[in-house]
C-alpha cells in the first residue's frame, strides 16, 4: 500500500478531484430528492441533478441548518428504515442533539475514511490503539474503532474516564497510539503523576486529538508530555463523523477528503464565498453518503482554508485549526472574542495547569469577564508577592490578546469542574435580554 491508503484518490489533481465531485454531486442530489424533505426543497427551488454544469452551480441550493435537522432528520431519508443500520446522535454541545442515520454502506465508507486518515499519519497494523473517546451515540468512539479495526491496528475500546484504568490499560497493553479529548490529554498527566508512571516510558507514539477547539499551544503541551506526534481530527456527526478532514505528516492544516465532502467557505453574514485564508463558516455536502445525505450544511464551524498543493502529495484542501462556533463567540464590552484566543495565551505560559474557566457576569452595570486559572502545583506557593505578579502577568498577556481586560483569579491545581467529554470552557451568567 505504501504511502497512501487509496493512492487513486488522495492524489489526484485538484481539477481531476473536481471533476470526480461534480459527477457525485450529480448522484448526491439525485439520491437526496427521493427523500421527502429534499424532495420538496428541491422541487420548490426547480433543481435537478441536470442543474449543475460546474460545481459553482451548488450555490442555487438553498443551506442546511442545524435547525432544519433537528427537525426534519427522519424525513431526510433516502431509503426505507429497513435499510437503516446504525444511529448517532451529536453530542448537543450547542443545544438540542441532532440524529443520524446510517446504512450499511455509509458505515462501511466512513470506517474507511477514518482508516485512511488514520493511515496517513503512519498508524500500521503493528499499532495498538486506544481509543479513549466515549462509546454510544457519539461519533468518536465507534466512528475511530471501526477506522482503525478496518486498518488492522489491535484496538481497545476503553472509552472514556476511568482515567487509573485508561493508564494501565496502556501499560498492560503497551499502546502506541491514543484517540483523547485534548482537554482531557492534560487533565490525564495528573493522574499519571499520581501513579507514578511517565508517559514518556510507554511506547505511545501517535495521539489523535479533536473533538473541541484548542490551540496549537495545547497541543505542543500534549507532544512534549506525552513524547509523541498529536494529530489534528475534525467531524461532526451531521456528516459522518470524525474523518472530515485530518492532518497529514506536515502537521500544516487538515486536509478534507473532499472525494467524500464538497467543501465550502462561506461568510457566516453574507453566505458569500469568501478566498484562501479568510476564516468563514465551513459549510459541507456529502458526495457518498446513502442513507441521509446533506446538502450545503451549516457547521457553524469557523476556519480557513489553504488550496496549495501539499507537500505530502496529496491535493485537496486543507482546513486551518477551528477557530470556534458562530455561537461560541463571547460578545463581552462590545469586543468579540473566541474561546481559543484564551486557550492560546493561558497554554503558552508555563506557570499555568491544564485548566481553566472563563466567567461571563453582569456585575450593575458592568459585564466582567472573570477567568480562574488553575496554577501549577510548583508555583502555587504562599508568596504573595509572587503570585501577585503572576496574576498581574496572565492578566497583561490577555489583555494584549483579546483587547478586554479580564479579571483573573488563580486556583489550585486541579481545583475547577473537569468531565471526561468536551470541556466546558465559558459559563455566561447575564442575564440574557
Ligand atoms: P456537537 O456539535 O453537539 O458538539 P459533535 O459531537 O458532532 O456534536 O461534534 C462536532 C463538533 O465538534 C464540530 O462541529 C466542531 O465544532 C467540534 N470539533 C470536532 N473536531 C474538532 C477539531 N479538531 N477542532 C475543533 N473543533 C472540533
Ligand atoms: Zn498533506
Partial sequence: MGKYWDAGIETLKFEELQKVQLERLRQTVARAGRSPFYGERLRQAGITSDSFQSLEDIRQIPLTSKDDLRAHSRDMLTVPLRDIIRVHASSGTTGQATVVYYTRTDIELWADLVARSLYMTG?????????????GLFTGGLGFHYGAERLGAMT?????????????????????????????????????????????????????????????????????????KAYNCYGLSELNGPGVAFECPEQNG??????????????????????????????????????????RYRSRDLASYDDQPCPCGRHSRRI??????????????????FPIQIDRVLMGLPEVDANYLVELKQEGANETMVVKVEVKQDYFRE????????????TEALKSDLLVTPRVELVEHNSLPRGEGKAVRVVDYRVKG
Fill in 156 to 228: 481497545i475500546p476503553a472509552g472514556a474516564g476511568n482515567s487509573k484504568r485508561q493508564v494501565q490499560l496502556m501499560q498492560q497493553f503497551a499502546t502506541t497510539a491514543i484517540h483523547i479529548i485534548p482537554s482531557y490529554a492534560l487533565f490525564l498527566l495528573t493522574t499519571f503523576a499520581e501513579l507514578n508512571v511517565d508517559p514518556q516510558d510507554l511506547p505511545l507514539r501517535l495521539a489523535y486529538i479533536g473533538a473541541e477547539p484548542y490551540s496549537a499551544e495545547t497541543r505542543q503541551r500534549i507532544e512534549e508530555a506525552y513524547g509523541l
Fill in 254 to 295: 487538515s486536509h478534507v477528503w473532499e472525494d467524500s465532502f464538497l467543501l465550502e467557505v462561506l461568510d457566516p453574514e453574507t453566505l458569500e464565498p469568501v478566498g484562501p485564508g479568510v476564516v468563514g463558516e465551513l459549510v459541507f455536502t456529502n458526495l457518498t453518503r446513502q442513507g441521509m445525505p446533506l446538502l
Fill in 383 to 394: 508568596d504573595l508577592k509572587f503570585l501577585k505578579a503572576l496574576q498581574k502577568k496572565i
Fill in 123 to 135: 498508524l500500521r497494523a503493528d499499532d495498538v490503539f486506544q481509543n479513549m473517546m466515549g462509546y
Fill in 320 to 337: 486551518s485549526r477551528i477557530q470556534g462556533r458562530t455561537d461560541d463567540m463571547i460578545i463581552i464590552k462590545g469586543v468579540n472574542i
